[in-house]
């Protein structure tokens, strides 16, 4: 039986953690994910874990702590969020290109400049180059049952996973949630066996040594089809998830998308505000459908293209700004994605939610009556939006 | 505006940094969950610093909530420290119908005038008064809370009373003398408080 809880985005990433018991945990605090590491050594002070907990003096180096005890051949596990992912950086490119892996949960936020504690996702977007995987969460239940997830993608994989949610929105909101219990969890991941590791006297091998142009690419080369074929084992993973709790994942999440004429396409806890829109614009007869992309690395371009294939019009909502002067990451992929198709539907981007800005029912009806005037054979205009914003006097 | 699911309570608290209104609310909303319901508890982030006006908000409901948002046009409002009336216009976007409630010494009617006549439905709660007569102390959250659910009427109060018997139960089981301390508030909350 599941037990029924109720708690932050937070303490369900850090109690997902303790029913892992991972190997290896680094520790450094950021706002807003620092209750992670809190609530977890809190679980180490009270023997209810025997990670090795390393709190450290930067994420830099908690980042490192992850690399070592992953290449040692131990199970670990950080948190972090904006200005931390972004001290990381050049770690997170060591991390995914040795093919470690390294579950990480993100508790989301703004990148400074100015400086801001609010959400968005300008810290792990800025990270989508990087060969992480990127997995993002609605509300707290997604976020502890991805974490969980992540192990098992990670390791079979060998790319290091990030699972991301919405900083203080649901890593600080407090709501049901169902938990598995303790012993289905540790069963669930088992035992970590990895094939080859540092402390394998039996089988020495280098971890990072210098890539010499004439071996570059072939390491590059092989992480790109590694992350081509990371969807195989995110859907296995979640299939045995669900065996498990009696939730589905898949790499997106179609909502009244089976007969919709306009659809938006949205990343983290807005999703579910952008639900609240679509029922209400269902009962006015309203063609509206909703798709929230769960997975972000690996692209989802197939089933993105498969489920806007089907639509009239559709907005994709970008909460990150990537300075292109033509739309936000989400935007640009998903575009890219649509190419191909032979009906394409009509795509608008809107910049929205940056910094904490607060997301609304109301922005999401707003964003269907524009893409109305789009179905009914309205000029489509400039695709390149933003809601949520004073812009010049008239704020959408 | 979107009108929510009809069973969905909506609650703005205002209070300040320091004195505990975030955690009154994460309070109903454990409350609330122990009835059976969907809930949120959640905090409004700025520059946190001691006595800075802060809010906090809950959903209510007996549906799966998936809106994240603020919460623009409550269905009641609690006030932890009545000088906020002064600074922050804690009527904002108040629904129709909805009570607002709050912590104070001073009567409905002085309240009424502080806030420029308000005629709207009312509860006034000493939880000063109140908390320092069963606890010995000035510890406010278990009276706002018994206040909220009498006030609202969103949970069954025996169960409510009962639930919050088996939390405290939990959370003080080291000094049972707060227990009884803590269910003496609760009771003469509801016992005291009414709406007008």
């Given at each position: 039986m599941a037990i029924r809880e109720r708690m932050s985005g937070n303490e369900a990433v850090?109690?997902?953690?303790?029913?892992?018991?991972?190997?290896?945990?680094?520790?450094?605090?950021?706002?807003?994910?620092?209750?992670?590491?809190?609530?977890?050594?809190?679980?180490?002070?009270?023997?209810?874990?025997?990670?090795?907990?390393?709190?450290?003096?930067?994420?830099?180096?908690?980042?490192?702590?992850?690399?070592?005890?992953?290449?040692?051949?131990?199970?670990?596990?950080?948190?972090?969020?904006?200005?931390?992912?972004?001290?990381?950086?050049?770690?997170?490119?060591?991390?995914?290109?040795?093919?470690?892996?390294?579950?990480?949960?993100?508790?989301?936020?703004?990148?400074?400049?100015?400086?801001?504690?609010?959400?968005?996702?300008?810290?792990?977007?800025?990270?989508?180059?990087?060969?992480?995987?990127?997995?993002?969460?609605?509300?707290?239940?997604?976020?502890?049952?991805?974490?969980?997830?992540?192990?098992?993608?990670?390791?079979?994989?060998?790319?290091?996973?990030?699972?991301?949610?919405?900083?203080?929105?649901?890593?600080?909101?407090?709501?049901?949630?169902?938990?598995?219990?303790?012993?289905?969890?540790?069963?669930?991941?088992?035992?970590?066996?990895?094939?080859e590791y540092l402390l394998n006297a039996e089988n020495p091998l280098a971890v990072g040594p210098y890539g010499t142009a004439p071996y570059y690419m072939e390491v590059k080369r092989a992480q790109a089809q590694a992350m081509k074929e990371a969807g195989t084992a995110i859907l296995d993973v979640a299939r045995r998830f669900e065996e498990l709790s009696g939730r589905s994942y898949g790499f997106i999440e179609e909502y009244r998308m089976e007969d919709a004429e306009m659809a938006v396409v949205a990343i983290g806890s807005s999703a579910g505000t952008g639900k609240a829109a679509v029922d209400q614009l269902r009962e006015e007869g309203v063609k509206a459908g909703l798709v929230k992309v769960r997975v972000f690395r690996p692209f989802p371009a197939k089933e993105l293209a498969e489920a806007l294939g089907k639509v009239k019009a559709a907005a994709i909502m970008d909460k990150a700004e990537s300075f292109s002067g033509c739309g936000g990451p989400m935007f640009a992929e998903t575009r890219s994605a649509l190419y191909d198709l032979e009906q394409r539907p009509a795509l608008v981007n809107y910049i929205y939610g940056l910094g904490g800005r607060d997301v609304t029912v109301d922005h999401f009806f707003h964003v269907f009556r524009d893409l109305e005037e789009i179905c009914s054979g309205g000029e489509v205009g400039e695709v390149y939006r933003y809601i949520g914003v004073r812009d010049g006097g008239a704020e959408k | 505006?979107?009108?929510?699911?009809?069973?969905?309570?909506?609650?703005?608290?205002?209070?300040?940094?320091?004195?505990?209104?975030k955690t009154a609310c994460l309070l109903l909303a454990e409350a609330a969950f122990f009835s059976g319901k969907y809930v949120q508890g959640f905090p409004e982030y700025g520059p946190e610093r001691m006595g800075a006006p802060?809010?906090?908000?809950?959903?209510?409901?007996?549906?799966?909530?998936?809106?994240?948002?603020?919460?623009?046009?409550?269905?009641?409002?609690?006030?932890?420290?009545?000088?906020?009336?002064?600074?922050?216009?804690?009527?904002?976007?108040?629904?129709?119908?909805?009570?607002?409630?709050?912590?104070?010494?001073?009567?409905?009617?002085?309240?009424?005038?502080?806030?420029?006549?308000?005629?709207?439905?009312?509860?006034?709660?000493?939880?000063?008064?109140?908390?320092?007569?069963?606890?010995?102390?000035?510890?406010?959250?278990?009276?706002?809370?018994?206040?909220?659910?009498?006030?609202?009427?969103?949970?069954?109060?025996?169960?409510?009373?009962?639930?919050?018997?088996?939390?405290?139960?939990?959370?003080?089981r080291t000094k049972p003398e707060v227990i009884e301390g803590n269910m003496k508030a609760l009771q003469q909350t509801l016992d005291e408080v009414t709406v007008e």
């Open positions: 850090a109690t997902a953690m303790r029913q892992i018991n991972p190997d290896v945990c680094g520790a450094f605090p950021i706002t807003p994910s620092t209750e992670i590491p809190e609530y977890f050594s809190q679980f180490m002070a009270n023997g209810l874990v025997d990670t090795q907990f390393v709190p450290v003096e930067s994420e830099h180096s908690a980042m490192s702590v992850c690399i070592g005890a992953s290449a040692a051949g131990a199970r670990a596990v950080t948190a972090t969020s904006s200005a931390g992912l972004a001290y990381m950086w050049e770690l997170l490119y060591v991390a995914a290109s040795s093919r470690l892996p390294i579950t990480m949960a993100v508790s989301n936020r703004a990148l400074t400049g100015p400086i801001s504690i609010g959400n968005d996702h300008s810290d792990s977007m800025g990270a989508r180059d990087s060969g992480w995987l990127q997995i993002y969460a609605e509300n707290n239940q997604e976020v502890y049952d991805n974490f969980i997830q992540g192990i098992l993608i990670t390791e079979a994989t060998r790319l290091p996973v990030m699972i991301c949610q919405d900083g203080f929105i649901t890593s600080h909101g407090v709501a049901n949630i169902e938990l598995l219990e303790d012993e289905k969890v540790r069963d669930f991941v088992g035992e970590y066996e990895p094939e | 505006m979107i009108n929510m699911s009809d069973k969905t309570v909506e609650i703005r608290w205002h209070g300040r940094g320091g004195q505990g209104a802060i809010t906090a908000y809950n959903r209510i409901s007996d549906h799966e909530l998936t809106v994240h948002s603020n919460i623009y046009t409550p269905d009641h409002v609690v006030v932890v420290d009545e000088t906020l009336l002064h600074t922050v216009d804690v009527l904002k976007g108040l629904k129709e119908g909805g009570i607002l409630i709050i912590n104070s010494k001073k009567s409905a009617a002085e309240i009424r005038e502080m806030l420029g006549g308000y005629d709207g439905k009312l509860c006034v709660v000493d939880a000063e008064r109140i908390s320092t007569e069963t606890l010995g102390r000035n510890f406010p959250n278990t009276p706002m809370l018994a206040a909220v659910v009498k006030a609202s009427g969103v949970l069954d109060i025996t169960r409510f009373t009962n639930d919050m018997r088996k939390s405290f139960g939990h959370k003080f």
